[in-house]
């Protein structure tokens, strides 16, 4: 299991005022911000150091909880329960979890569209991981998470090193919301799974290949990836909703190992001003990183 420590990983006494300027920072572009509540968690796989900021308070995960569902896939491939080229038909209504009446999804709330009119067409479980992380499309998502269960998903959370990520239920399962069943995450926990991405332990290093490639090929890019140097790296998942944005990276400097850098905000109104915040964080976090590299 990765470390969970809380603050700054012990380091000399320059680095350790540094990392006070950085949380400085960080904190004053979130109070700046006018947001209720944002957490921020920073890792360096070259080093180990470590900043959290509200790391362990409780959001509303938005779609970043497609990531463990992705995870879990390819884990239950890996044990020969399913294969990623098995065919699954398109379909829009599913059971809520509240009391199993069904629901339907709703093209104008999917940021995906092209599954709408592919109802019942057999596409690959490969295919529609693609399309539920790089495009976040909720139809993909909510007919693999009946595939896989959220029970196992949260279980493989666990293995990973975190109970804080709580995947209970699929997008738009709106009986759930009215009762406050929703899937959770702190940026702490996705810091830590995204570590052990990036470190190859998830499931086998070829898996996490694949996965890494998948989320390299996120069509999202206005929050962490603006604020990093043009055609630097970035295999990351955003969520977002009304008063919600959140951005989970793997950020791939072009020398030396990755940093993980999450940033989970809540009461921003301005969807664009939500976006500011996290590239303005990755671009202080980037610059810092950047000279520990260089001593």
């Known amino acids: 299991m990765l470390p969970a420590s809380i603050g700054l990983v012990s380091r000399p006494a320059r680095a350790d005022h540094e990392d006070t300027n950085l949380r400085q920072a960080i904190e004053a572009l979130i109070r700046d911000s006018g947001a209720a509540d944002v957490g921020v968690a920073y890792r360096d796989l070259a080093n180990g150091e470590e900043l ?18 992705l995870m879990e896939l390819y884990r239950q491939a890996e044990a020969g329960t399913l294969s990623l080229d098995d065919r699954m038909a398109v379909k829009m209504e599913f059971a809520s ?8 999804l709703k093209v104008e709330d999917d940021s995906e569209t ?26 993909a998502t909510n007919m693999l998470i009946e595939r896989v269960t959220a029970a196992k998903t949260c279980e493989l959370m666990e293995r990973l090193g975190t109970k804080d990520i709580h995947v209970l239920r699929g997008v738009e399962d709106s009986r759930a919301y009215a009762r406050g069943l929703n899937n959770t995450t702190t940026a702490r926990a996705l810091m830590i799974i995204l570590a052990r991405l990036a470190g190859r332990e998830v499931v086998s290093r070829g898996a996490s290949d694949e996965m890494l490639a998948i989320l390299r090929a ?14 630097v790296v970035v ?9 919600v944005y959140h951005d989970a990276a793997i950020v791939e400097p072009p020398r030396g190992k990755p940093f993980v850098l999450v940033v989970l905000t809540r009461g921003i109104k301005d969807d664009k001003r939500a976006h500011r915040l996290a590239a303005d964080i990755a671009r202080l976090v980037y610059r810092h990183a950047e000279a520990a590299r260089r001593g």
């Open 114 to 139: 092209s599954l709408y009119g592919r109802l019942g067409e057999r596409l690959t479980i490969r295919e529609l991981a693609r399309l539920m992380i790089t495009e976040s499309s909720n139809v």
């Open 52 to 69: 959290l900021v509200h790391g362990d308070a409780t959001f509303h995960a938005a779609s970043t909880m497609k990531v463990p569902v």
């Open 97 to 104: 979890i509240v009391d199993g009446s069904a629901y339907s």
């Open 235 to 243: 295999a990351h998942k955003t969520g977002w909703f009304p008063g």
């Open 218 to 231: 996120q069509k999202f890019a206005e929050g962490i990836p603006a604020g990093v140097p043009s055609g």
